[in-house]
């Protein structure tokens, strides 16, 4: 039998990088941070369990992340958020812009600060997405997006189609 003799830096240096290994297959494992987001009342429609499922791994130029939340998602550490399952909103005199016939109205009243919140209008269950002020390409990630909630039926539209400004 040949004997190999192994000095000890190379013994060392080969636990490190073992316990450093194992340290990202566990935090992989665990799905790294993970976010919780306020569930909708009706998460659990079967619209939103067929939305969930064909959401993308990437949304204006954002990774998705681990959602705790029933019904929802996120990408890019929050800066762009989508709940499904609401309550379809009443006729309102917020704007509303129609994004390849998916009709969305942008929610004046919760769109203060470094957020814009839009929401379906005239499908139900509704579908809610927050974006940050940081987000380039909105225009693009809601022409993904109404992409997905199309298959919701639309029951009803918007009153008027006065087009919001900068979104």
Known sequence: MVGVRVGRGAVVAAAV???????ILVWRG???PSFDVERAPRADAPECARLLERLPDELAGRGREDVRTE???????GDVVL???L???????DPC???????????????QGDR????????????????????AGVDAALIDLSRLVKPIR????????DEPEGL
């Open 17 to 23: 990088a073992l316990v450093g290994v194992v340290g």
């Open 97 to 111: 812009v129609a994004v390849d016939d998916v009709e969305w109205l942008l929610l004046e009243a919760r769109s």
């Open 71 to 77: 019904g929802a998602a996120v990408w890019g550490a």
């Open 116 to 135: 814009k919140v839009l929401l379906t209008y005239g499908r139900d269950p509704a579908v809610e997405v927050s974006l940050s002020q940081g987000v």
């Open 87 to 93: 309550r379809p909103p009443p006729p309102s005199v």
């Open 154 to 161: 639309q029951r009803g539209e918007c009153i008027g189609e």
């Open 30 to 32: 665990a799905g790294g």
């Open 83 to 85: 709940r499904c399952g």
